[in-house]
């Protein structure tokens, strides 16, 4: 039997966080030597730079990994590239995908059958004692990097991509360190030769990826780590914290979680931003969102696109689908038949992207078919809602509507992210249980909150820093701020990024023995 902790020695030099400091180090000496080397020698400094990040960061060994899927891919595109026999290249595509997702599987999803394969047999009084005897740890971004690769592959078989032929460009590629970390998920047709073409010093664009970096660090280290305070206090200790004290330590959770790993995109987006490189954006203010459908064009947006279109797309396309869709019709009508194979569809897609943030059922509930439930609900009774807004004459595109509406998702939103943040799916029912059960409104008024973490002072800070938030993404509505204060006059501009940047460094939040806590989707 293989030793379980194969893999589990090593040394850490760098924390593998944005909030590093040894990471803005490395950051800031990596930018200085990107602009002092030629041009064409600046892909293979990132892939150098790259590489370097993922040996400090970690296990060493555990680089194998990704330059494994990168010359997995590589192989595949060198056979869809020389042929086209569609069986050569149908058996170049399921090659790849079988060993990156089996990798995938293998690496983080093994103990989720293992344990849903207990529980079932524990129900049925059959015991549910199999373990797992093989234990590896997965290698930083398997997430991310691979379903990058994975949509690049599926493209060049489409013939909507062409086929990269160098091996280190494609690691580049697979493996870029701003991305590894937290994503955004990339697609090579779209932003993969940027990565390869020279980029000559562009003062503008480096100070605006820096001042996109001090937005990043804000949200982080100003509301993100504040809001966690709370949030361990109350789902550490549910039992003790019933009612009112669940869903406000879920409320901020939604908080924390969002300013979390958006600042941590607008820090990997700012880095890149530096280097003339211009990753895809992975949020657009989701809590303005007005149904769940909404939401998920403006949450983790490159993991919805990836989803729907190698995964949703190709499903409703196959022949199994087709003849679903065809008998539901001719059994239930144009409308519901179609709607049936559509729904089976997104069942699959929600299934996929709940297990995507983790091998436990607590995220294909709270991250996957619960939202799958929200949308098939709002589907099958939009008409409903519409003709009950007739008959109380509401306008359906009213103000107030709107802004129920938000609400409303909110709220539902949240009731997931209990799932997200909860130990287990069973925690997190008795946690629902315990938020509809106690009624304790007084803790609002008599300073009960105030044991959760946060005292006054701190309490204010963060209302500030939450509203200094909205503004600023009510100001986005109408284009980038960063623009928009960039036409302001020298002392204007300065003091506004000054005052931001003393801010965070005055009010961050470094408790006592304090390291920036990593990246809550980090390594997913």
Known sequence: MMNANIFAKGTRFMPATFTSFYFLCFYAVSLLIYYIIPGKMQWGFLLFVS???????GNGI???????????????LRVMAGTEDVKKRRFALFFAVVLLVGSLAVLKYVNFGINTVNGIAALWGKGGDIVNPVRFLAPLGISFYTLSILGYIVDV????????????????????????????IL?????????????PFDYRQVTFGMQRMVWGFFKILVISERMNLVVNTVYDNYTQYPGIYIWLATICFAFQLYTNFSGSMDIALGM?????IYLPENFENPFFSKNISEYWRRWHITLGVWMKEYVFYPLLRTGAFTSLGKKMRRKFGK??????????????????VG???????????????????????GELLTPFFQKGMEKFHINPKGRWVDIFRMFRTFFLVNIGFVFFRAASAMDAWKMLKGAVSVWNPWILADGSLFSLGLDVIETVIALVSLLILWTVSRLQKNGSVRERIEKKKLPVRFVIWYALLFYIILLGYYGPGYSAAEFIYQGV
């Open 187 to 199: 697609r090579y047709r779209e932003d993969g030769e940027q990565f390869f073409i020279p980029h």
């Open 62 to 76: 555990l680089i194998l990994y990704p330059i494994a899927a990168a010359l997995i891919a590589y192989v595949s």
């Open 157 to 184: 078989y489409n013939k909507i991509a062409e086929p990269q032929n160098n091996f280190f460009k494609l690691t580049l590629y697979g493996m870029y360190f701003p991305s590894i970390l937290s994503g955004p």
């Open 355 to 377: 297990i995507w943030h983790g091998g436990d059922w607590k995220f294909v509930i709270g991250s996957g078919l619960l939202h799958w439930f929200y949308i098939v609900s």
């Open 51 to 57: 590489g370097a990040f993922y040996l400090l960061t």
């Open 335 to 352: 409308k519901r038949g179609k709607q049936f194979s559509t729904f089976l569809a997104m069942f699959i897609l929600w299934f996929m």
């Open 272 to 276: 890149s931003q530096s280097f003339g």
